[in-house]
């Protein structure tokens, strides 16, 4: 193999890659990228077995084809040193060489026959959504995702196709984020992404997207890249049950002036407390240290008596920030009972925190 690429394209495609290497045991072939070149285009690949990475592009000068590995994070390390401009890289009895002008890099190799196949999309079930519309809904429901949780199902988030809707869904199991997005389908189905998966979505794509799917993995492939996923084996939760069927009382309330609110009483504690005055809503902050924080904004919110909620100020603006307008809506039954914020199809439902 010998080709001739510029700097900034191959950085770009070993950035992408970074995530998807083995980080531990470099002796492990997924620390590995696989590079192979031919037919005038050089495809790269990465994998740790559970995601799976692989860009293609036509931007190179190809002397000799052929494929080799070389550890990913050490290739990028040298890359990012190099000027910019051309870069040449030739493999030589299994040693792949990097040189520009004066510099000279080798890195050793593994088998390339040795590294891991990746799934094709040949003969799957197809899905049928926008690209942006996936990578927005995505976004909203990332934050809620848990983090090495001991029901594997709540580390990743729900994708559920109906007929006539699909749903994405997450939760922590302190708060419930849910999408809803209008879409024809031809078949019903219902996956669970991990979260490692979901974040590196939202890196890869922004135009026209296909996505597969069978029993263990789901691949979305465009004109660049192609990734996979394995699937979460098992049940998410009915997360239908826990949104409220009925709301007592309901408010719109501007996103900017909650947001500069929650933000200065977070400066002395993460939880705050809200409450609801006929003409004005008051923040507070919650904690054990003899340190206070209040302030309070004008606002019309027709309850004749007090209404207090207590809430981890982060789910909160984590909901707000993920947002476009400039108004949301607060749906409220008592103060130590879930509620829901909610922005066109967007919905978080919070359980407070008691007090």
């Known amino acids: 193999m010998k080709i001739t690429i510029s700097k900034s394209i191959l950085e770009n495609i070993l950035i992408h890659a970074g995530p998807f290497l083995e980080k531990k045991d470099t002796s492990q072939i997924t620390s590995h990228v696989y590079l192979n070149v031919s037919d005038l285009k050089l495809t790269l690949r990465a994998t740790d077995f559970e995601i799976g990475y692989e860009v293609v592009t036509d931007k190179i000068n190809v002397l000799q084809e052929g494929s080799v590995t070389a550890n990913g994070k ?7 040193i190099l000027k910019d401009g051309n870069i040449n890289l030739e493999v030589k009895n299994e040693i792949l060489y990097i040189s520009q002008a004066h ?17 094709t999309y040949e003969g799957k079930a197809r899905i049928s959504i926008n690209s942006l519309s996936l990578i927005d809904s995505l976004k909203k429901i990332t934050p809620a995702i848990d983090t090495n949780n001991p029901k594997f199902e709540l580390n990743g988030a729900l994708i559920e196709i109906k ?28 996956v669970i992404l991990p979260k490692k998966a979901i974040i590196e979505i939202q890196k890869l794509f922004f135009d026209n997207i296909e996505i597969y799917y069978d029993e263990t993995n789901l691949i979305i492939h465009s004109d660049q890249y192609t990734f996979f996923t394995k699937l979460i084996n098992g049940k998410f ?62 606002f019309n919110t027709g309850f004749s008596t007090p209404f207090t909620i207590a809430i981890n100020s982060r789910y ?40």
């Open 316 to 355: 909160l603006l984590d909901f707000l920030s993920s947002i476009n307008n400039s108004e949301f809506t607060i749906g409220l039954n008592e103060g130590n009972l879930p509620f829901i914020l909610s922005d066109e199809n967007f919905k978080t439902v919070i359980m407070p925190i008691v007090i």
């Open 163 to 190: 007929q006539d809707v699909i749903n994405f869904a997450s939760t922590d199991t302190r708060r419930l984020a849910v999408v809803t997005l209008q879409n024809q389908s031809s078949s019903e189905l219902s």
């Open 74 to 80: 050490k290739f990028l390390d040298i890359i990012r």
């Open 103 to 119: 510099s000279n890099f080798k890195l050793p190799t593994f088998s390339h026959s040795e590294f891991p196949s990746f799934p």
């Open 237 to 298: 939760p009915e997360y239908s049950r826990i949104i409220p069927k009925e709301i007592a009382n309901s408010l719109i309330l501007p996103k900017a002036i909650m947001i500069e609110s929650i933000k200065q009483i977070t400066t002395i504690s993460t939880d705050v407390k809200i409450t609801f005055l006929n003409d004005l809503i008051l923040f507070e902050s919650l904690s054990d240290d003899n340190i206070e924080a209040k302030t309070e904004i004008n």
